[in-house]
Structure formats: C-alpha cells, structure tokens
C-alpha cells in the first residue's frame, strides 16, 4: 500500500491528464498503470485504493468543487489558472470536504504538490485559496 503522499501525487497526475486529454479516468488509470511495467518489474502494480478514491471523487464532484475554488479565489477564473493549480485545488477541496483527513494535513500536501509540479508562486497561490475554503467551510458547520 503506497503512502498518502504518493497516492496524491498520483490522482494529481491523472486528474491532470483527464484535463490535458479530455479522457475518461478509467482510461487514465489504465495508461498510468501500464507505465509502471518495466522489463525488470513485470508484476502487477498493487492497486493504490485512496489514489483511486481521490481520483473519481474529484471527476464525479467536479462541478461542486470548481464552484467552491471560483468563489475563494478572488479574481481568478478557473479556467485562466494554471491546469496544475486547478487540479491541485480541486484534490486538496475534495479531501477537504469528504474525508476526515484534517485540513491542515490537506493544505500542506497541496502546497507541496503546486511547489514541486508548478512552482512557488503556485503554492501561494493555493494555500491562499484553500485557506479561504477551509475558514468557509469552518464558518458554514458553526453556523449549521
């Protein structure tokens, strides 16, 4: 079983290529698991269950999470952000919202991917948003 943190650098990169190729995540899934397959390592790579729940969580809640990240992100369209960025968000939301994971564990791992796939204006980015989605989300379960 690979660790959180490669299970989300993984859904990252297939939610990036599901945006990049306007594929379906099955298919994106079966493409990346087929890399993994080298002449030396001829075995089945072991299935990565929360990279999976990650990854079909964000496609199936796509439109809930890209309101939420438009609405936090003060003058930024989400279709001008970097596609990077726009997964990162989107991954780091989706876990925010449907896991128990606690929100400072999903902030940092999302600064970490936008830094080490986009950048460090990337990650500030990010941790801006998804702060101002944290203390939404915060706000909104106090006052329900």
Known sequence: MPSRHLSRRRALQLLYECDLRKIAPDDALKDYFQTLYTEENEQQPSQDEFMEQLLYGVIRDKELLDALITRRSENWKLERMPMVDRNVLRLAAWEMLRTPTP??????????????????????????????????????????
């Open 103 to 144: 929100a400072a564990v999903v902030i940092d791992q999302a600064i970490e991917l936008a830094r080490k796939f986009s950048g460090d204006e990337s990650a500030r980015f990010v941790n801006g948003v998804l702060d101002a989605l944290r203390k939404g989300e915060e706000s909104a379960k106090g006052a329900g």
